[in-house]
């Protein structure tokens, strides 16, 4: 059978169409893996420049430490800008700037173009931006009570090294036990006594089992711990009548009450104690030493809701003064010279803050944020270090708000707020990236 000529003719090149069209496609394709790729890897290397810089900065502007930039005339710029642009940023295109969020970066990353160019693009660029700040506590981060800061004594068994004199325990020490990692826990005293403590039944607090033989009733805290109660009796120890404070003989009062705690407003945009104390509500507060705060003499009604919240077993921040003043400190030069005696306190050449709510009756002097662990809260006195003071001090009462725990070291997990500066950094101070 003979075949058609002329339909075979007509099929003769039908193939290059599809060639073409094939080309074509794989063209793209290559064009697509090539600066599509080359577009992808700029935006990450922007991104990591971003980064690199923004954190490089916030270390700076944060913390004051700018290895190698300290004599630039602006350091935090320096610092962004050398990282950045080391990390692949064009240096041309770069922008660092400084705000209430901390330090941003935006950078750029160009390459030459492949296929592009066909269309009259000669260069592929990404751009990142990334912002970097410090973050200080809040909610319970803070507490709204105070502690009283004891300057170092001759002849008293208080190391000198102890800031305000707070003997402290070492928080990666504790923690097993009170994560229950570990069931006894070997603590040793300020005078290097070595006894085995255990957890309390209530979950948060350290206690040594009853001894016996030395006549003991009751599981016995460490000594580094300290008991702020309600009570209307001074120490022994300033006074010559009350309650003995130092129950163990060590020095250190271990008591506190009368005029060694007060109940703190934070800050003055609220008159309401519980708002510092329910973590949802609290309102922001920077915090910063040598601010004179001002407060009310009770404690009461702060720890009644602190037992409602549920704060045994957080740890805090306790704001710990120097000084108190019965009127305004700042029309009170007495109040000013003897917050900032030197000695026996360091010396100051800064100014005072004075962020003074109206209706306090008193105004404390603070120059510390100090780490807290509360092993116990309670309304009605019921915490086992309370109940120990009860056998050194028979007149005092049961029915009566008491928290308890000891000053840490070591400690960094504290909540954070991004709002919050780290204008005083006790290990809890975190410098991240917030976008």
Not at 26 to 34: G, K, Q, R, T
Not at 264 to 290: A, G, K, M, R
Not at 352 to 367: E, P
Request: glycine residues 10%; charged residues 20%.
């Amino acid at each position: 059978m003979r075949k058609n000529k002329f339909f075979q003719n007509l099929e003769i090149g039908q193939v290059i169409p599809l060639v073409v069209l094939m080309m074509f496609a794989i063209i793209a394709m290559v064009a697509l893996i090539l600066d599509g790729g080359a577009v992808i890897s700029n935006r990450r290397t922007a991104q990591a420049a971003a980064d690199a810089g923004a954190l490089a900065g916030a270390q700076c502007l944060c913390t004051g430490l700018c290895p190698g930039y300290e004599e630039e005339e602006n350091p935090v710029i320096a610092a962004a800008t050398s990282y950045a642009t080391n990390n692949g940023a064009d240096p041309d295109s770069l922008s660092v700037n400084i705000g209430q969020e901390g330090v941003t970066v935006g950078a750029e990353v160009q390459t030459d173009s492949f296929f592009a160019r066909i269309f009259g693009v000669e260069m592929l660029s990404a751009y990142a931006e990334a912002t970097s700040g410090c973050s200080g506590p809040r909610g319970h981060g803070v507490v709204p009570v105070t502690w009283r800061c004891w300057p170092p004594e001759e002849g008293k068994p208080f190391n000198p090294e102890y800031g305000c004199q707070m003997q402290t325990l070492d928080w990666s020490t504790i923690k097993p036990l009170i994560n229950g990692t570990i069931s006894r826990l070997n603590i040793a005293d300020f005078h290097g006594n070595v006894e085995e403590y255990r957890m309390h039944s209530d979950g948060t607090s350290i206690v040594r089992d009853p001894k016996p033989a030395e006549g003991e009733t009751l599981p016995v805290p460490p000594s580094q711990i300290y008991i702020l109660f309600d009570g209307d009796k001074l120490c022994v120890e300033d006074s010559g009548t009350g309650y003995i404070c130092d129950l163990d003989g060590d020095g250190k009062k271990d008591l506190q009450l009368g005029g060694d705690r007060g109940l703190i407003y934070l800050t003055s945009s609220t008159s309401n104690i519980n708002q510092w104390i329910t973590s949802d509500t609290t309102p922001p507060i920077t915090l910063q030493p040598h601010v004179w705060l001002t407060a009310q003499s009770g404690v009461g009604s702060a720890i009644n809701k602190m037992e409602d919240v549920g704060w045994s077993g957080a740890v805090v921040l306790v704001p710990v003064y120097n000084e108190i003043c019965p009127s305004k400190p700042d029309t009170n030069p007495d109040c000013i010279a003897a917050a900032h005696a030197d000695p026996p306190w360091p010396a100051f050449t800064g100014t005072d803050r004075f962020d003074m709510k109206s209706g306090g009756s008193l105004w404390y002097h603070i120059v510390a944020f100090q780490p807290f662990y509360i092993s116990c809260v309670s309304k009605s006195g019921n915490c086992p270090g309370y109940r120990y003071a009860q056998t050194i001090n028979p007149d005092m009462k049961d029915n009566v708000p008491v928290l308890e725990g000891f000053f840490i070291t070591d400690y960094d997990d504290l909540s954070l707020d991004p709002t919050n500066a780290c204008e005083i950094n006790l290990g809890n101070c975190t410098i991240s990236l917030s976008k």
